[in-house]
């Protein structure tokens, strides 16, 4: 029954609705509905046949309708489906929980049909989770929100990732932008490869580095990986074909390279 529900949860967001009707689900109160007609007229706050879901939400915080803030810390479920690359998916909504601020959550359900997926996150929060920085950030990665829910403190997004684009931390070019001096990292350099055949990769002479290198396709999926239980102060290795992004580490421990790499497009 539950796999027929996200189903049916997939089939239902392909007809764009209004902003009348997405301001009314997440309203979710019948009592303010000819208020909530009276702000959103027919045809208003729409893009490109989509409901703004930023301009909605700010019309409802201005008038009163959606609250953000509670009197004590609540459990904030938020759920999210679309039909995409389970790995790209978790990339995206990982980078959009970092970007607005959400550090500490858990997975409560994670269901897969397919390529279609839904996952749960519950968050404990005096806050509920900001709708237009969520919009904003999907919007960077060209993830857009097709429709929406609010059920108490739940919160449903259907997603369109048919045009996604993961942002990485650094960008590589072959024809523009061919060297990178990292500073220390925090985590794994992730780095986006554009027409890049060969990497020159050197560490600091303070530094001790064992290579640990990750080629991965669009979709984020493993291509090729290389490690060295050899401490290494510079490496030169072919990219793979087909490959996108490229995961640079140390084997070990980021401390090891403390001082940060030097990375050159040959």
């Known amino acids: ?14 007809n764009a609705k209004s902003s009348f009707e997405i301001a009314k689900q997440l309203v979710n109160d019948d009592s303010k509905i000819e208020k909530l007609k009276l702000l959103f007229a027919k045809d208003s706050y729409m893009i490109n046949n989509r409901a703004d879901i930023k301009a909605i939400n700010q019309i409802l915080k201005m008038n009163s309708l959606l609250q953000y803030n509670f009197a004590n810390a609540k459990n904030i479920s938020l759920t999210f489906n679309t039909k995409a690359n389970a790995t790209l998916f978790f990339k995206i909504i990982s980078i959009v929980f970092e970007q607005i601020g959400v550090n500490y959550y858990e997975i409560s359900s994670f269901d897969r049909v397919d390529d279609n997926i839904s996952i749960s996150f519950n968050i404990n929060s005096k806050y509920a989770i ?37 942002n990485a931390d650094f960008i590589l070019d072959n024809q523009d932008n061919k060297s990178l001096n990292l500073s220390k990292p925090l985590q794994d350099y992730f780095i986006r490869l554009v027409d890049v055949k060969q990497l020159i990769i050197s560490a ?3 530094d001790i580095w064992y290579p640990k290198i990750e080629f991965l396709d669009e979709n984020l999926n493993l291509i090729q990986a290389y490690s060295q239980e050899n ?19 140390d084997l070990f421990t980021l401390d090891n390279i403390k001082h940060g790499l030097n990375i050159e497009v040959n």
């Open 231 to 249: 401490k290494t102060k510079s490496l030169t290795i072919n990219v793979p074909y087909n490959c996108k992004f490229v995961n640079i580490s």
């Open 130 to 166: 900001d709708i237009g920085l969520v919009y904003d950030e999907l919007k960077n990665m060209n993830v857009f929100i097709d429709d929406i829910y609010r059920y108490g403190s739940n919160f449903i997004y259907n997603l369109d990732f048919n045009k996604a684009v993961l």
């Open 1 to 14: 029954m539950r796999i027929l529900c996200i189903i049916l949860c997939f089939i239902t967001f392909v």
């Open 204 to 206: 600091s002479d303070y």
